[in-house]
């Protein structure tokens, strides 16, 4: 599995729309990216994915750059209950095998 | 609630004791994972099976563990001699092979060795 950088932490407005960044600039043809979420002391919970184009759900956004190497997770009006921290995974697998996460992003939405 | 549980939320060993968790997944999921997760860390994938066959494990998973999935629905992982530097929370998950792609995680076990 490509390995992803994110920032450690960010804040932002509730209401306003969050934007998490992901670089996976060796991520391979075959590899999707997918992200999760953990909300304290929960298991983490499956947000979105995709491969190439670009990909909306009820929860968020996500964007991928042309050339694939980085990714933008969008949530779109973010509440008080988006506080998490956010997983950015590249894997080739259709997300069914094991998942390798790394430190994530805490995102703080600050009232 | 994902609909996959863990039991118990909480457990509290002393060093060098045995522990088992168990894990209840989604009833239809082929697919079961166990992951472990450290304070401010991501979680670490232990193992998974399809069914009762175990088909992958992490380097991670030494041989003081051991999981089962024995009728193809629950699972255990069992520690055995515990050690201070397993203290974690194990994670569960579970997923519908060919289906879905999404892993659903339970609330996770919080293991305490003193």
């Known amino acids: 599995d490509a390995k992803t950088t994110q920032p450690t932490s960010m804040d932002c407005a509730e209401g306003r729309a969050a934007n998490l960044p992901c670089n996976h600039s060796?991520?391979?043809?075959?590899?999707?990216v997918y992200w999760y979420r953990q909300i304290h002391s929960q298991g983490p919970q499956y947000i979105i994915h995709?491969?190439?184009n670009n990909e909306t759900n009820e929860m968020a956004s996500l964007i991928i750059t042309e050339d694939r190497k980085s990714s933008t997770l969008i949530l779109p009006h973010a509440t008080l209950r988006d506080t998490a921290v956010y997983y950015c995974?590249?894997?080739?697998?259709?997300?069914?095998?094991?998942?390798?996460f790394g430190t994530g992003t805490r995102l703080t939405i600050i009232p | 609630d994902t609909g996959v549980s863990q039991d118990p939320r909480h457990k509290i060993t002393k060093r060098g004791q045995n522990v088992t968790f168990r894990c209840d997944p989604i009833?239809?999921?082929?697919?079961l994972y166990w992951y472990r997760q450290t304070l401010g860390q991501g979680p670490e994938f232990l193992t998974y099976f399809q069914n009762e066959a175990q088909l992958e494990k992490s380097r991670l998973l030494s041989d003081r563990f051991s999981a089962e999935r024995p009728k193809g629905s629950f699972s255990t992982l069992e520690i055995q001699r515990t050690e201070q530097g397993d203290s974690a929370m194990y994670l569960c998950?579970?997923?519908?092979?060919?289906?879905?792609?999404?892993?659903?995680f339970g609330p996770g076990t919080r293991l305490t060795v003193t």
């Open positions: 009833s239809e999921h082929n697919r």
């Open positions: 998950a579970s997923s519908l092979e060919a289906v879905s792609y999404e892993q659903y």
């Open positions: 060796t991520i391979s043809g075959n590899e999707y």
């Open positions: 995974i590249a894997t080739s697998n259709f997300g069914n095998e094991k998942l390798t």
């Open positions: 995709g491969l190439k």
